[in-house]
């Protein structure tokens, strides 16, 4: 029987951030997955998130979901901008603490996506550049002038009814990139991709 995620208070740029954990016997790599627009409602527990989590632990990550700062029990305020990022760095040196010889997989759904794509660009500027970035359904108006990370596996995953993201963004943003890329669209699907979490996992798991 699997374990279940522990609950952790870990060290942020403005206090304390709220996060799950889940601890992979023999992990294969690391799992940061990055929520939706907080203003919105989104939480770590968002429905997408979760199966995100859920389907990284089953192709043997551990994995590690926060609150952004000023969401559910984490400290601060929201920025909506690069406070988030910060955030989710700092989640991060927590994770590769943990096992810092294992590969990085960042995954970030809408607001989230842009996070995780932010993220990665930091990371590579770094020097450490994540092993694989997954965007689903991402916010890429946020990402107008970033450079994205050039290393790495990157999938995009995008609703073709998205009422949120406006899909053609996401198809002009997949187009314009001149780093190697995969871009999936998820037919009949709207931004939470009510009844189709089995086939954003059908997407995901095959690409872990």
């Not at 403005?14 to 992979?24: I, K, N, P, R």
């Not at 016997?25 to 997408?48: D, E, F, S």
Request: proline residues 7%; hydrophobic residues 40%.
């Amino acid at each position: 029987m699997l374990k279940r995620e522990t609950p952790l208070s870990l060290d942020g740029p403005c206090g304390a951030l709220e996060a799950l954990y889940f601890d992979q016997p023999q992990a294969r790599g690391l799992a940061l997955i990055c929520h939706p627009n907080p203003v919105k409602g989104g939480t770590m527990l968002n429905k997408v998130v979760s199966t995100l989590q859920r389907t990284a632990r089953d192709q043997g990550y551990s994995t590690l979901r926060f609150n952004y700062r000023g969401v559910g029990g984490s400290a601060g305020e929201h920025d909506m901008q690069e406070g988030e990022v910060d955030d989710a760095e700092a989640a991060l040196r927590w994770l590769t603490a943990q096992r810092p010889e294992l590969p990085l997989c960042l995954l970030g759904f809408s607001f989230g996506g842009f996070v995780a794509a932010a993220l990665a660009a930091r990371l590579e500027a770094q020097g450490r550049a994540p092993d694989k970035l997954f965007l689903v359904a991402p916010a890429v108006s946020r990402l107008a002038g970033q450079t994205p990370a050039a290393k790495g596996s990157l999938t995009i995953i995008q609703p073709e009814q998205d009422e949120v993201i406006d899909p053609a963004s996401v198809y002009a943003y997949s187009a314009a990139l001149t780093r190697p890329h995969e871009l999936r669209k998820v037919a009949e699907c709207g931004h939470f991709f009510h009844a189709k979490l089995v086939e954003l996992k059908e997407l995901v798991a095959p690409r872990l």
